[in-house]
């Protein structure tokens, strides 16, 4: 009786005998390799046993290609001659060799994905994970405010708002002291607006020049300008009185200007189109000495209220008829050297006009343009007399 196991199963039956007989082929040699061979199951590269991440996806799609040959040659098997052996002659049972050398090459695990298992530690060394160490910013906050990192946010808070004040005073402090290993001066600042261009003021340190351009080829242009003016004077306290100049441009012929005072034509200048001019007092000692000089020297003709934040304007002429008690005030009195800025500008800057006033009043003459010298409020009635 034939052995239950060579039977065919009933799908089979159907086939011819040549397809029947590779069938027979195909198991004799299973069975036969199965039976002498038994080789080690390779490591698991999957699964729960798998050490190392998974093989990348190009390995895996080698092997459904080695899948898919190796069936494709498995159909190719029953093509085979009638003439071709049994699978249980000795031709049909494999050798040993081939058998290991057919499972090395096919079925053994890839020599990459061997190598990338065996790296394994060194895949979890590069890859780890670093733990950075984080500052202790409190502690740190807490440690340069000089305070207990137990205490609440508010109070960490508190603490910084106050070490900011004394930080800012300590700062405004250096800078007084800076300012006091430098001689006291003024500062002279210059803005100009160009009527032609609408270009806003600006302040600058330099004086402006002439160039010849614009409607009347009297175009103002300078430089250095002052762009943070706050920052300029936190920097510069040595400064006690600062001089604004106000200049415009191109809005007027300055030629005929100059002509129609003078009676001829001269060379244009900045000061020709000079609009303004002022004088501020910064320093607090200066303010005082001039209130002083104004009690000794100016009573009983209109001058500014030195203690007033209000500026003083151009062309002085309170000082121009006080000259002679302002000097005799200030050489018999203590005041300070700032004094001396003040009285040295004033004067070199009102020279030469109150020398050409000077001329003019001796001659018992005056001009249109130094009309105003006449008129000073409580003096103008006497001082009119006496040119009579």
């Known amino acids: 009786m034939d052995d239950i196991r060579d039977v065919p199963p009933y799908w089979e039956r159907s086939k011819t005998p040549k397809q029947q007989r590779s069938y027979q082929r195909k ?74 050398s057919q499972y090395s090459d096919e079925d053994s695990p890839h020599p990459e994905e061997k190598g990338y298992v065996e790296s394994d530690r060194d895949y979890e060394a590069v890859y780890r994970p670093i733990m950075k160490m984080q500052p202790d910013w409190r502690g740190e906050i807490c440690g340069m405010l000089d305070i207990s990192p137990g205490l609440s946010d508010a109070e960490i808070v508190a603490a910084s708002r106050r070490a900011a004040k004394v930080l800012k005073q300590a700062e405004h402090w250096r800078s007084e002291a800076k300012a006091l290993q430098k001689p006291p001066r003024y500062q002279i600042i210059h803005s100009v607006s160009c009527h032609r261009s609408g270009r806003r003021e600006r302040l600058f340190r330099n004086p402006p020049q002439v160039v010849n351009y614009g409607p009347y080829s009297a175009h103002l242009r300078t430089d250095e300008p002052i762009e943070d003016f706050p920052v300029f004077m ?8 600062l001089v604004y100049k106000d200049y415009r441009c191109c809005d007027r012929n300055p030629t005929q200007q100059l002509k129609g005072k003078s009676g001829e034509t ?6 020709s189109l000079l609009i303004r001019e002022e004088i501020s007092i910064i320093a607090p000692g200066l303010k005082s000495a001039m209130d002083r000089l104004g009690r000794a020297a100016l009573s009983g003709i209109s001058h500014p209220d030195f203690l007033a934040d209000k500026p003083i304007s151009y062309p002085y002429i309170w000082w121009f008829h006080r000259r002679n008690e302002i000097d005799m005030a200030m050489s018999d009195l203590s005041f300070p050297p700032i004094m ?49």
């Open 27 to 100: 198991k004799e040699s299973t069975r036969t390799s199965s039976q002498s061979y038994r080789p080690q199951s390779p490591p698991p590269t999957q699964g729960r046993g798998r050490r190392g991440p998974p093989p990348p996806p190009t390995q895996r799609k080698e092997r459904r290609v080695d899948y898919d040959r190796g069936r494709n040659d498995n159909e190719n098997d029953t093509d085979h001659d009638d003439n071709e052996p049994f699978a249980g002659s000795p031709s049909s049972v494999p050798d040993q060799s081939d058998l290991a």
């Open 234 to 241: 936190a920097e510069n306290k040595e400064i006690v009185f």
């Open 266 to 271: 001269t060379e244009v200048d900045a000061s």
């Open 340 to 388: 001396n800025l003040m009285r040295d500008y004033v004067c070199e800057r009102m020279d030469k006009e109150w020398t050409s006033v000077d001329q003019l009043l001796d001659n018992n003459k005056i001009t249109a343009q130094y009309m105003d010298y006449l008129f000073v409020s409580h003096t103008s009635r006497s001082f009119l007399d006496s040119l009579i």
